[in-house]
């Protein structure tokens, strides 16, 4: 459905220059747009490409407002990522839940579900499940006994959460992702490993998301614990009894080894590696494939591996680049 640059205007508080009654279809990219679509400008390396777009109106900041861009309709507002994040929510609202059961669906002994809630095809419930209000189950969801999952929760196909696992609200967990499997524990005897039990829990605070495909495991005896806030991406293993605070980003295929806690805000960047029993302070910020091997005061930016601070991984890297340099002058200073 078309709406009007007023409109979004309104709905952004941004500054309009253009045509109020022109109508936008949708938000696209500036090579497949079309007249009737808004095209967005984050950085002047793209202000190029904008300009040579079919799309008649852009979303773009005051400081990337050019002369370039005078035949073009501007949204003008502070915070482009912002505006456009309520901008596509607007054109792309997901449908309300359809609340009810499915006939399909399997559901377990003393499970209490909020008449808002939507439990889609052959959903599995064991026993003692709770579900708060308008969450939504997708097809083939399956819970264990004393699953509780808060209100406006989102879990797409093929999640899986085990017994005594806990989401609290507006938590979105995408297809495929298993929470509550077993903690990798075993002790060695008698020429072979041994399973340790693992009786604990997972808990997971409110507006956390959870990309496909990531596994997080039970607490050997205890809770693991994901944060409020706390994005993590796809392919994400987290081991027991990890403790993750708030506000945390785990980029894909990060790995996090069992008991180790991570305070707020901290930022792990694409295949990390995180040792166990380590502590990872509040701010830190891991640069891709950093290996962390020992604790980390907060705040610090850490790279390489083992991981140590980011100017540090810096200078060694510039001198292993100059080795081959410097062997062959050692080895001509050996010659005389």
């Known amino acids: 459905m078309p709406h009007r640059l007023d ?14 009654s022109w109508e936008i279809a949708r938000i696209s990219t500036p090579e497949e747009a079309l007249r009737e679509d808004l095209v967005f400008l984050l950085d002047a390396r793209w202000a190029e490409a904008v300009q040579a777009s079919a799309a008649q109106t852009v979303l773009l900041s005051p400081e990337l407002k050019t002369e370039d861009l005078k035949d073009k309709y501007c949204l003008i507002v502070p915070e482009v990522r912002e505006a456009l994040a309520s901008l596509l929510a607007f054109f792309h609202a997901p449908a309300p839940p359809q609340p009810g059961i499915h006939p399909t669906a399997i559901l377990g002994k003393a499970c209490k579900i909020a008449p808002s809630a939507q439990i889609g095809p052959y959903c599995v419930l ?35 959460l085990y017994d ?44 956390v998301e959870i990309g496909a495909q990531v596994s997080i495991d039970r607490g050997t005896v205890g809770q693991t614990r994901i944060g409020t806030g706390t994005k993590i991406d796809n392919l994400v293993q987290i081991g027991h009894n990890v403790q993750i605070g708030r506000h945390c980003l785990l980029v894909a295929q990060v790995g996090i080894s069992g008991s180790t806690v991570l305070g707020d805000f901290v930022t792990l960047a694409g ?3 995180v040792a166990g029993h380590l502590e990872i302070g509040s701010g830190v910020i891991a640069a891709g494939k950093s290996g962390i091997t020992q604790d980390i005061p907060a705040g610090l930016k850490i790279s390489g591996f083992p991981a140590q601070e980011h100017r540090q991984e810096l200078k060694q890297q510039a001198l292993l680049r100059r080795l081959p340099e410097l062997f062959k002058r050692l080895r001509n200073l050996n010659a005389q």
């Open 271 to 273: 295949q990390t590696g």
């Open 164 to 207: 005594q696992v806990s989401l609290g609200d507006q938590v979105i967990i995408h297809s495929g992702s298993v929470i509550g499997s077993d903690g990798y524990g075993f002790y060695f005897k008698d020429g072979q490993h041994h399973k340790i039990p693992q009786t604990g829990g997972v808990e997971i605070g409110d507006r």
């Open 7 to 20: 409109v979004l205007a309104r709905l952004t508080g941004a500054d309009l220059a253009g045509d109020p």
């Open 126 to 160: 064991g026993d003692s499940v709770e579900i708060g209000e308008n969450t939504v189950l997708s097809a083939h969801v399956s819970l264990g006994s004393q699953v509780r999952i808060g209100a406006q929760c989102r879990l797409y196909p093929q999640v899986t």
